[in-house]
């Protein structure tokens, strides 16, 4: 038990997916030089810091990038999208002004909602992924740059059992484009019974990695972060966030050739991030499906570090609120 004052001791609340305080304290001393010093513990990884609003170009710029190679050198391109980002439209402009044929571009959602009874959110739900996706990206292309529609794919009831085999048969993903959330999931690997947490039960890592594609529930944490965001009213309303959703597993992560990884969340234009103390966890702390999103620690990466989430974690005792 911990937190600084050393007169006052408490246990994180129960719900807090990883309780080690000593861990905990640590990574929240993490500062901005610390994150470069990942590049020498991790020889996988390539973490960087970068601008608040250059996330976006070094996103969209490695996306057309593979793209447009992959026309060029008539290659498959295997890529896990997030959703909804409607970066995907700029990238679409590029294709569309160099004239980029995409007929070899294979993409797999990364997740999509589902609500109480595991049934995934039908194409036309507004706040759907596969329903962003076709918005901002696949129909902004010119129809005859466009990939065949059965070439891009996201998880539903029928496929989604066979939706880890369906990325192995592709070839495994090329790249994975990712992000940590305030759980410390990635895609909605959240720390949850159906990823093997249960309370004090957690399944070995080398099992938990080998999981893949499923419907499951979703941590408080998650439906909180969601709430957040626009596409849900960014008013706080948990209620309108659904329960559960369908996502990649571990599995599609760790056999991804490459991962770009991106910590850059927070609250509108104020330097106010749930990611600030996350992003240290996932890249300080151990390898645990209690933060999901560590297992970045074991792929091939890179890691863009912007500079809201590299700051200090600093205590304001002025502000309070």
Same mark, same amino acid.
């Given at each position: ?19 080690? #305080? ?5 990574? %929240? ?17 390539? #973490? ?17 990038? %593979? ?86 794919? $996201? ?18 993903? @090329? ?8 759980? $410390?999931?990635?895609?909605?690997? @959240? ?10 039960? #957690? ?32 008013? $706080? ?14 599995? @599609? ?14 609250? $509108? ?21 209690? #933060?999901? @999103? ?28």
């Amino acid at each position: 038990m911990s937190n600084y004052f050393h007169e006052f001791k408490f246990e994180p609340a129960s719900w807090v997916p990883y309780r080690d #305080v000593e861990v905990l304290d640590m990574c %929240r001393k993490k500062k901005r030089e610390d994150y470069l010093e990942l590049n020498n513990k991790f020889p996988n990884l390539n #973490v960087q810091i970068i601008a608040d609003d250059f996330v976006w170009w070094v996103w969209a710029i490695d996306m057309f990038k %593979r793209i447009k190679e992959s026309d060029e050198q008539d290659k498959k391109l295997v890529m896990i999208l997030p959703n909804p980002t409607p970066i995907y439209a700029n990238v679409a402009y590029m294709i569309n002004k160099f004239n980029i044929n995409c007929r070899n571009l294979y993409t797999f959602n990364m997740d999509e909602w589902a609500n109480q009874d595991a049934n995934v959110a039908p194409i036309d739900y507004p706040q759907g992924f596969m329903y962003a996706f076709n918005r901002f990206f696949y129909s902004q292309i010119k129809s005859e740059l466009r990939p065949p529609k059965e070439q891009c794919i $996201g998880p539903n009831n029928k496929n989604i059992k066979d939706y880890s085999k369906m990325i192995e048969d592709a070839g495994e993903a @090329d790249i994975v484009y990712s992000a940590c959330g305030w759980s $410390g999931h990635t895609a909605f690997i @959240d720390p949850v019974p159906e990823f093997g947490v249960n309370g004090n039960d #957690v399944i070995d890592v080398d099992e938990w990695i080998k999981m893949g594609a499923r419907i499951a529930h979703l941590h408080p944490l998650t439906i909180a972060q969601n709430c957040l965001h626009a596409s849900f009213g960014k008013s $706080g309303d948990v209620a309108f966030v659904p329960p559960m959703a369908a996502t990649i597993g571990p599995r @599609d992560i760790v056999n991804a050739k490459r991962v770009l990884e991106m910590h850059f969340f927070k609250t $509108g234009p104020t330097d106010i991030s749930w990611e600030r103390f996350i992003s240290r966890l996932v890249l300080f702390g151990p390898v645990t499906p209690l #933060v999901p @999103d560590s297992l970045i620690q074991l792929t091939n990466a890179d890691v863009y570090i912007c500079d809201v989430i590299a700051q200090a974690i600093e205590i304001d005792m002025q502000n309070q609120y």
